[in-house]
């Protein structure tokens, strides 16, 4: 379909403007039958050629088509199948399709029509079908199927019914008054429906619902609000869905509703290619605000048969509505509903801000995805009282840091997700304890000291990126006299460096891969001579975790590559850089737990899916799909010898860097069958799903709750402490 001359050349012009839209002076009615009502009168404005033609008359068959000419003209190029006024107004063929949950009744309303013309679904309104007309058959429309050949208009005797059954139902307080759209009929005709509901007592609130303003401004005259202003119970709903549908025109119709003290709410639908945009949305409702029109809701578009082509992901109007608010005025953010088929009613929808709750307050999310809590009203409360000497344990915190970065990046790639957050909580809480969460943030302290539980399970990974960072909960918390899980500041800090973690541990004659170390790119001129025929270096930064900074091209085995990823991590992670001997044959995992006597929790081969002889690295990349990437052997995969040594110096390497409660301790097996520890983490993931610890743990036949509790078990045990 492509925009004839003039319709191009009189695009150049606000809409309405004199010279082609004249008849906005004009009687109405005369003007709504100068619409456009099907594709011989469509030709007259766009050139259709054969083929389409064809195909849009089987569509306008099913779907009849009326389109006032003012609101042709918004269309900037009707040949453009993304523009947002013509996807709302041009048939398409795309309305031929049906999609196998789709309905022509998707909210069962001619089930819930207890007389014609009458839907009761809720206790205390009813929606009142006045007729099947409308200013503009819009093609996302919910009643496509009032369009249809056949369809009657409601009589008088039908109104009288619909009359009757309200008068005798006393439950009902208010009525919408829809359609079509009811500003089709004459005046008289809406005012005797309006009298008609304005002399039942028990009826407190009319509605009406239309899109006048917006397709078909004309129709607010003077006759049209002289009936309006009689009613001062009545409310006006629009559906205003994008930015472009607000004109001089349609703001001049909403100013004269307001005029007559008529409260005016917009109802968008939320439609694919013409307002699934947030920034689209954001000023489509800051422009409603400023006429004076209130953004009520936004609706997910029903599946109703030949709009399937609409249909976004529920999950996109959540997001449209998180990333609105705390970025314009509540007043400007409508309500996300989805409306539920079969007449199961509204279901509001928005982002999840409330994590937990319990009688002490609600840890919260706000627009920023930063996590606070806010108190409930509380008793006043004493100055905290020193443990008491039973040492039981009733509330158990989590600490933790939230990963909000969704951009790909690996900065947050140690942080945990609000998954693995709730999946701990709700096996601590199995267990008996109250839980209360705590991100890490600038107020960790300050929270800790007014909600203080009896003992803290640490996940926290520190802030900035310095080697220190993990450090600094268990800091706060022995400051705070608060027993906690894992590691003291001081093994913390040192396992974070991979170069002083090597040294101590082959001190303690505990094997390690040959390791080198530079600061700055002056320093690798010293590693030129390390590459031999066969020889493999893998290069990573010196302090970080959870393989960041560790991608499939970290292998080097010639000192160009050397220097260019070394440059890279200088500049991306701003620390010095460990070249490490690769050893090729394979990559095992362990778990330790305990303390005066540690004990392996078990152990695992991490093997890659690809067969192909490549080089295995278990990269950020393979985490990242490790589901797609690698499978996971269990202990009794591993050569015997092997599994003696890896337990050996797993226990060994333990008990040397003086670790408690759990730690997970990496391997790589060279070629002469010797496991040599490639790092150390004692402050291990938990993801019940993802994280290596329970994956081991798991293959041994055992459960995540088991897991869970085994190291409460160890902690409370080397604290004294007791549960409840």
């Known amino acids: ?308 082509h609409f249909r976004t992901q529920v999950s996109a109007g959540v997001e449209i509505i998180k990333k609105m608010r705390g970025y314009t005025s509540g007043m400007c953010i409508p309500t996300f509903v989805v409306d539920g088929t079969e007449g199961k009613g509204k279901v509001p929808l928005g982002p999840d801000y409330l994590v937990s709750a319990s009688e002490k307050g609600m840890l919260l999310r706000n627009y920023k995805d930063e996590l606070f809590f806010y108190d409930n009203p509380q008793n006043p409360v004493k100055p905290p009282a020193k443990r008491k000497k039973d040492n039981l344990v009733k509330a158990v915190g989590i600490v933790f840091n939230l990963r909000k970065n969704k951009s790909g990046s690996d900065q947050e790639e140690e942080f945990d997700e609000i998954e693995t957050i709730e999946a701990l909580k709700a096996e601590i809480e199995k267990q008996g304890f109250g839980v209360q969460l705590f991100e890490e943030n600038d107020n960790l302290a300050q929270d800790i000291r007014r909600r203080p539980p009896d003992f803290i399970i640490n996940l926290a990974e520190g802030r900035g990126s310095s080697r220190s960072r993990e450090l600094q909960v268990p800091s706060i918390l022995e400051s705070l006299g608060i027993p906690y899980s894992g590691s003291d500041p001081v093994s913390l800090g040192i396992t974070q460096d991979k170069a002083l973690t090597s040294r101590i541990l082959k001190a303690a004659g505990i094997p390690v891969p040959l390791m080198f170390t530079a600061a700055r790119l002056k320093q690798l001129n010293r590693f030129k001579g390390i590459f031999r025929p066969g020889k493999t270096f893998l290069v990573k930064p010196r302090w970080e975790g959870s393989s960041k900074g560790i991608f499939l091209n970290s292998l080097v085995d010639n000192f160009s590559d050397l220097k260019e990823r070394s440059e890279y991590i200088f500049s991306q992670y701003h620390q010095p850089v460990v070249i490490e001997e690769f050893l090729e044959k394979e990559e095992v995992t362990a778990g330790v737990s305990g303390n005066d006597s540690p004990c392996l929790l078990g152990m695992m081969k991490i093997v890659p899916k690809d067969q192909s002889g490549e080089k295995f690295i278990y990269s950020l990349e393979v985490k990242r799909q490790w589901e797609e990437k690698v499978t996971y052997q269990p202990q009794n995969t591993i050569a015997a010898g092997i599994q003696r040594r890896v337990k050996l110096y797993a226990l060994k390497a333990y008990q040397a860097l003086e670790l408690k409660d759990f730690a997970r301790i990496d391997f790589r097996v060279g070629q002469d069958n010797l496991p040599r520890i490639i790092d150390i983490n004692p402050l291990p993931g938990l993801s019940p799903r993802y994280s290596d610890l329970p994956i081991l743990y798991r293959l041994k036949g055992r459960s995540y709750s088991d897991l869970i509790k085994a190291l409460l078990e160890t902690t409370f045990k080397r604290y004294g402490l007791k549960a409840v």
């Open 1 to 308: 379909m492509k925009c004839s001359e003039k319709q191009v050349d009189s695009s150049k012009e606000e809409p309405g403007g004199s010279s082609r839209l004249t008849v906005i002076e004009e009687d109405w009615l005369s003007v709504y039958r100068g619409s456009i009502k099907n594709l011989n009168e469509l030709s007259r404005y766009a050139h259709l050629d054969k083929k389409e033609k064809a195909l849009l008359g089987r569509v306008t068959e099913m779907y009849h088509m009326r389109l006032p000419q003012y609101y042709f003209f918004l269309i900037k190029n009707c040949s453009d199948p993304s523009d947002p006024i013509a996807r709302q107004c041009l048939p398409s063929v795309e309305e031929i399709d049906q999609n196998p949950n789709e309905s022509i009744d998707p909210l069962a309303e001619e089930k819930m029509s207890p007389v014609s013309c009458l839907v009761h679904r809720y206790p205390d309104r009813a929606l009142l079908l006045v007729t099947g007309r409308c200013f503009m058959y819009c093609r996302h429309c919910t009643r496509k199927r009032l369009w249809r050949s056949g369809v009657s208009e409601p009589t008088l005797r039908d109104f009288d019914r619909a009359f009757k059954y309200l008068k005798e139902t006393k439950t009902i307080r208010e009525v919408i008054v829809s359609g079509g759209d009811p500003l089709v009929l004459s005046s008289s005709r809406l005012d005797y429906i309006l009298s008609s509901l304005k002399a039942l007592e028990h009826i407190k609130v009319i509605r009406i619902g239309t899109r006048a303003p917006v397709v078909f401004p004309q129709r607010i005259d003077e006759g049209l609000c002289a009936v309006l202003k009689k009613y001062d119970n009545l409310w006006i709903n629009l559906q205003f869905n994008h930015p472009r549908e607000i004109t001089a025109q349609s703001t001049a119709a909403c100013r004269k509703l307001s005029d007559c003290g008529i409260p005016l709410n917009n109802q968008s639908v939320l439609l694919k290619g013409v307002n699934d945009d947030p920034q689209v949305m954001l000023q489509l409702c800051q422009k409603l605000q400023s006429i004076r029109v209130r953004p009520y809701y936004l609706f997910q578009c029903d599946p109703v048969s030949g709009a399937g």
